[in-house]
């Protein structure tokens, strides 16, 4: 429950549509709603200014299930990460209206207009390899209410692509920049645009790349002051935190 919500019921209890037991009942339910292996928090909204994602990893099909069909209870828009195909396919039989996004490995159920922002998010990748976590990033911004321009395969292996493109990354109002290998692409594009930087190391790379470990130890020591860096094949975290910042 948003607070658009909360003043609506309040304004029935106000105008006598609904009872005040019944009033009681809803807000009852408002900290958190106990599933027994999940306990769904309503309240989040209200708190930070955005709803609770679920993450689909190490979860069974049948807990995503009851997870999404308790929130959808809420008229409000869903987002699952790192979810199957398997999710998603017993996901639609509750909710017909569910998308999947094969790259992201993301479920969105959007039951609410997204208004988009007039400023964008601009998305970076180094190679085609880095889409997945790009997308993920593009995905959870876009259901936040974001405006999103995305800029793939520009790595300083062929830094010319990167140029071809410059005066995009530079119009937005926060970048997010993705990238394994030794994840210099980051720098590179830190020492070009006057917004905020949200580097994101990804997984890709061969042996002494560490599983990312080379792209994230790069960014964190990158010489552009206006570079943050996420975890490694953190997109979801780079598009939440573009989005607040975005949203100033």
């Known amino acids: 429950m948003d607070k658009a919500h909360l003043k609506k019921l309040l304004e029935l209890v106000k105008s006598d549509n609904i009872s005040i037991d019944e009033g009681i009942e809803q807000l009852a339910e408002l900290p958190f709603t106990d599933l027994g292996y999940a306990k769904i928090d309503n309240h989040r909204t209200l708190r930070v200014g955005y709803p609770e994602v679920i993450y689909c990893a190490g979860k069974t099909i049948e807990q995503v299930v009851g997870i999404v069909k308790n929130m959808s209870l809420g008229n ?13 396919d017993e996901v639609l039989k509750i909710c017909p209206d569910a998308k999947y996004n094969e790259l992201a490995k993301t479920i969105t159920v959007e039951r609410q207009k997204i208004e988009k922002t007039e400023s964008y998010i601009a998305i970076v990748t180094a190679g085609t390899s880095d889409i997945p976590i790009a997308e ?11 405006n999103v321009k995305r800029i793939y395969d520009v790595g300083v292996a062929g830094i010319h692509r990167l140029f071809n493109r410059v005066d995009v990354i530079r119009g937005a109002k926060v970048v997010i920049v993705i990238a394994g290998m030794e994840g210099a692409l980051s720098s590179v594009v830190g020492g070009l645009v006057d917004k905020p930087v949200i580097a994101v190391p ?4 061969y042996g002494a790349n560490f599983n990312g470990l080379s792209a994230l130890l790069t960014m964190l020591n990158s010489c552009a002051s206006g570079v943050s860096v996420v975890n490694i094949d953190n997109g979801f975290g780079a598009g939440y935190n573009a989005s607040m910042i975005n949203k100033l």
């Open 136 to 146: 993920e990033a593009a995905i959870t911004a876009e259901i936040f209410g974001n």
């Open 202 to 205: 990804t997984s890709i790379g």
């Open 76 to 88: 409000n828009n869903i987002l699952g990460t790192r979810a199957s195909k398997e999710m998603y």
